[in-house]
């Protein structure tokens, strides 16, 4: 039986500011609240996924990707989360890396290596690429809907996320609702 429940959350525009580049890890700043949301959800047994980039996104280099979870892990280790709640899609520690977006195809593979009940999972993005993905698998969808995130994408093909917040505060007062 499937019980374990996910957050599955895009790294940039959502947990990170999203200035439309890969930048300098150096140079990566959380988005106000952040860190307080993922020690919020991972203390309501939530098991926290991110990914680094989108299906339709430009790869970026493995050298980049291993520097920047590296970077995300020890912040988020630093401010109190257990390594243990924490995982990425992309795994690049060791020879072979294991490249992966959020898609609905290898979301259902994390269901059975977690075992996961998708219907008490959420996906978190400031795209509606993000909702789409969530609606597709059966769980629950928050679109952060704030101006400042990406705001030079245009999201067409409108569906109804679950909830619409403008940070991550808002966010985390919804899932804790329905938990």
Known sequence: MNNSKAIFLDLFGTLIEDHGFFEKVADINFKK???????????????IIIS?????????EM???KSLQNKILKVLVEHGLS???VHFL?????EQPDLHPLTPVFIRSLEKKYKLD??????????????????????????????????WIQDVDW??????V?????????IMNIC
């Open 33 to 47: 609240g952040a860190l307080e949301f993922l020690k919020k959800v991972q203390s309501a047994g939530f098991i």
């Open 52 to 60: 680094i980039f989108r299906e339709d996104d430009d790869v970026p």
């Open 63 to 65: 050298k980049y990707i």
């Open 83 to 85: 390594k243990n709640s």
């Open 90 to 94: 992309s795994h690049v520690d060791s």
């Open 118 to 151: 998708l219907s008490k999972s959420l996906i978190i993005g400031d795209l509606m690429k993000d909702v789409k993905i969530g609606k597709s698998i059966g769980s629950k969808t928050i679109l952060l809907s704030s101006p400042d995130d990406s705001p």
């Open 159 to 164: 569906i109804e996320p679950d909830f619409m």
């Open 166 to 174: 403008e940070n991550l505060k808002e966010a985390a007062s919804k």
